[in-house]
């Protein structure tokens, strides 16, 4: 596995959106709806670097798709959503690759009539974007690669790796089995 991102880099970005989201917050009604299972490690890290009064809320999203990569069904479970009606909304989610889960959790998130809705991700995958909509805040864009680390997972492992690392194709044919991608 190489690192792309280092434990260093992460933390000084993190910190970085965490100023911006206090200033653009500051007496907003804040909930930062972090998406399981993949954005824990952002989402304790960010609310520490944040210095307004917010709310954390956890919706899961689930696509479940081959070691290849290629997208599957989203399926939404938002039966932890607490009340987010007239909150200011910030969805939290690891990467966004075709953002397909993106929108799959906006509207979901719609339907509980929030005042606002943004949308914020450690890492962006710009030239995969499939959808209508860009991620209004993002740590790093990276190019077309499987990262693991940092909540994100590789057959529900290595999500406790304190650094974003790409998989080798030699990791990635190891294993062939379904992956479940919350
Ligand atoms: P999207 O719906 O934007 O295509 O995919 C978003 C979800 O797919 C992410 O929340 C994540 O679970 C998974 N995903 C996309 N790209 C990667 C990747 O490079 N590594 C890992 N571990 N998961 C990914
Ligand atoms: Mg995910």
């Known amino acids: 596995m190489r690192v792309l991102i280092s434990e260093n880099e992460i933390s000084e970005r993190v910190k970085t959106l965490g100023r911006q989201l206090s200033e653009e917050y500051s007496n907003r009604p804040l909930t930062i ?19 307004v009064p917010l709310r954390v809320a956890l919706i899961q999203a689930a696509s479940y798709r081959g070691a290849e990569t290629t997208p ?38 719609r339907g509980f009539q929030p005042a606002s809705v943004r949308s914020a991700v450690l890492l962006w995958k710009t030239a995969r974007t499939e959808v209508d909509l860009e991620p209004d805040y993002f740590g790093f864009s990276i190019p077309d690669e ?14 406790h ?3 974003i690392g790409v998989m080798e194709d030699e990791d990635l044919k190891r294993s062939g089995a379904k992956q479940n991608d919350c």
């Open 161 to 163: 790796l304190p650094f």
């Open 72 to 109: 599957g069904q989203l399926t939404i479970n938002q039966s932890l959503v607490s009340d987010l009606r007239g909150r200011d909304v910030v969805i939290l989610d690891d990467i966004f690759d075709t953002g397909n889960t993106m929108v799959g959790v906006y509207e979901a998130v």
């Open 33 to 51: 709806l972090g998406v399981l299972t993949g954005s824990v490690v952002l989402l304790a890290d960010l609310i520490r670097a944040t210095s």
């Open 146 to 159: 499987f990262v693991v680390g940092y909540g994100l997972d590789f057959n529900d492992d290595y999500r």
